[in-house]
């Protein structure tokens, strides 16, 4: 029994990543890495199981390098990986033998590479990777000649082809400058499907989704037109006469909404047909498609989000419509499916298990096959609780309460601290909230109950829940959080004096928001958090697509815009609850300068609140040594304002 939660308990375990099971369904590859990561360095290693759990797993690269990506060969014999270990930073396809032994480096690109794919036969591999540097590109890097100007195109991702015979690597001419995003090969062997975007910025990217089709033997390529806003995962199905190709996208019109599988029929060759009109699989659906997982010959597997748990389902040849075969209590993720369809593997977690490696029949039971973190299994945690409850409008929600370890709910009330989700598009599923920088049972161990709210604009609940936010975030999303904290009151739960709320990206906007709507929280954290959607549109990557949260762009005239009266600064005045602010310095996704200006306003108006800013870290904090300042920095927090005597809260 561990008797102390330390935070390197939390950071220097070892997750599970990238699951992939063989073509033949025997074996599961994996990516094993440690969470908090070198600075200098950051390493991960190969892992083998035996889908059926008759053998332990089997670390195949020694995880001095950074070894991701695992891909199989067709014979399910030999395993393909990504690799920096022959220039650190610099992406390499490498072989390796299933029982192990020497690997092979196969790819020696300059630049790295981003993506691949074996294709059947054994003897090709599809590479995605920028141009090689030119001498002028050469030269401009030596005399620091780094100038960027708008009009220069853009270092987009190619597709190649790899020879294995003659080591040739040969781009595929057809697609221009589009950047190349995802691939999957059709199953009896055929062409390439190609996702790709017209730039490789966010913005305009996933606005200019787009699939084609590649004849792997010839490079003819054919345009099978736009898909969906944020398209991902193109995957291939039979019909019994014809060839299909479906993929998950934003629900139209977006740009804020559900995900969606999408369908389209496919012409059997680039040249050969016309394809298809895309189709809404999906759309009647009040569960959210996670994941799809292609089979050999027949419709595809897909993961359904359903409310605080997870369901496997298949798509009906005759009716189009995804029918239920297993139902998971908690949380799968990164589903994955034999030639055959008969076994599946995925990520599993459930409210007293961490994530691992599990496999079995699609419409069985998932039996765990990995063990990366059994050292928790000695700690005592907080009893973790499902909710239901309504909105002050009715609306039936979800969520999850983490009681402080040892304790029950009679022995309330306790200090409650409210982490909310990012995303918004994303949820708390019922799974064990041990990971991430602000976690449940992290503050349960130091006596806190913690509420994980699913308030609307996640996912779950289907496209009509998850557009609720469009232009109106920290509105009903706001309403819903505080009936859930309203209820935990009512029922003696909570101390209505000792609340704190904070959370990360998106739930760091909603801690700022919160404490411009109220004073009856004593503490908040906000982590990498928005407080301008107007100035996150101009300078974050996912540029146009966050006016559809904020409601306008500033460009439209004058004003007054929409985003202003959903921002956190526009209610800096009215704050008094004291801050934590973290941010990493070099965040693309939400900048620095989010954090500054909050900082900025609270300072003018004598808020008490810290500022931390965590150098070289981006969106998230990966670093070891930062990660733990965040685990303790925030602890710490809760504890002055939520714990401490009033005294001791100067």
Not at 303 to 308: H, K, P
Not at 505 to 512: D, K, R, T, V, W
């Amino acid at each position: 029994m561990i008797d102390e939660v330390t935070p390197q308990l939390v950071v220097d375990g070892v997750i599970p990543l990238q699951p992939v099971i063989s073509p033949d369904g025997r074996w599961v590859a994996y990516t094993a890495a440690t969470i908090g990561q070198k600075e200098e360095h950051p390493s991960s290693s190969i892992w083998v199981a035996a889908a059926d759990g008759s053998s332990e797993p089997r670390q195949l690269t020694d995880g001095t390098s950074k070894d991701s990506m695992p891909r199989w060969a067709p014979d399910s014999a030999s395993l393909f990986f990504g690799s920096d270990r022959t220039k650190r930073g610099t992406t390499q396809v490498h072989g390796i033998p299933l029982d192990g032994g020497e690997t092979e480096v196969l790819t020696t690109w300059k630049s790295g590479i981003s993506a691949y794919l074996p294709l059947a036969g054994g003897r090709l591999i599809a590479v995605v990777a920028v141009d090689e540097p030119t001498d002028e590109d050469e030269r401009r890097k030596a005399e620091r000649d780094d100038a960027q100007v708008w009009t220069d195109t853009p270092a987009c991702e190619r597709l190649r082809l790899l020879d294995l015979d003659t080591g040739r690597l040969s781009v595929v001419d057809g697609l221009g400058d589009r950047h190349v995003v995802e691939l999957a090969q059709r199953p009896d062997s055929g062409p390439l499907a190609v996702l790709s975007w017209a730039a490789p910025d966010l913005d305009p990217g996933i606005f200019t989704c787009a699939l084609h089709m590649v004849d792997v033997a010839t490079g003819k390529v054919q345009d099978l037109g736009p898909a969906a806003l944020e398209a991902s995962s193109p995957t291939w199905w039979y019909t019994g006469d014809a060839w299909h190709l479906c993929y998950l996208g934003t629900t139209p019109p977006g740009p804020i909404g559900g995900r969606a599988v999408f369908d389209l029929l496919a012409p059997e060759l680039p040249g050969t047909g016309v394809a298809g009109e895309h189709r809404n699989l999906t759309s009647d659906m009040t569960v959210c498609p996670s994941g799809l997982a292609q089979v050999a010959d027949g419709p595809p597997l897909a993961l359904f989000a359903d409310g605080l748990d997870t369901a496997i389902y298949r798509l009906d040849q005759e009716t189009r419509r995804f029918q239920q075969m297993s139902f998971v209590r908690g949380w799968v993720g990164s589903l994955t499916a034999s030639h055959s369809g008969e076994v599946v593997a995925a990520f599993v977690s459930t409210s007293p298990e961490t994530p691992n490696v599990h496999a079995g029949p699609p419409a069985g039971r998932l039996v765990r096959i990995s063990d990366t973190r059994p050292e928790l299994r000695g700690v005592r945690w907080g009893i973790q609780e499902r909710l239901s409850y309504q909105a002050s409008d009715g609306l039936d929600l979800d969520g999850l309460l983490i009681l402080p370890a040892g304790r029950s709910r009679h022995d309330g009330p306790f200090p409650l601290v409210t982490l909310v989700h990012g995303g918004p598009y994303d949820r708390f599923a019922d799974r064990f909230s041990f990971a991430g920088l602000l976690s449940g049972q992290w503050l349960a161990t130091a006596g806190y109950a913690v509420f994980l709210p699913n308030p609307r604009g996640g996912e779950g609940h289907g496209h009509a829940f998850a557009t609720t936010v469009a232009g109106a975030v920290g509105m009903d999303e706001w309403t819903d959080i505080v009936s859930g904290i309203d209820l935990l009151i009512a029922n003696g739960i909570a101390d209505p004096d000792r609340l704190g709320i904070g959370g990360w990206s998106h739930g760091g906007f909603m801690a700022a928001w919160a404490v411009g709507q109220t004073n009856r929280f004593k503490a908040a954290v906000m982590g990498a958090g928005i407080s301008d959607w107007g100035m996150l549109l101009a300078t974050g990557e996912y540029g146009r697509l966050e006016a559809g949260l904020g409601g306008s762009c500033g460009w439209e005239g004058a004003g007054p815009h929409r985003h202003d009266q959903v921002s956190p600064i526009s209610y800096a005045s009215k704050i008094h609850t004291p801050v934590l602010i973290l941010h990493g310095e070099d965040d693309t996704n939400v900048p620095i300068g989010q954090a500054t200006y909050f900082h900025r306003a609270l300072r003018t108006y004598g808020v008490e609140h810290e500022f931390v800013v965590y150098p070289r870290e981006g969106h998230s904090i990966l670093e070891r040594n930062h990660q733990l300042d965040v685990l303790r920095r925030t602890r710490t927090w809760f504890d002055r304002w939520l714990v401490a005597p009033v005294s001791d809260r100067t």
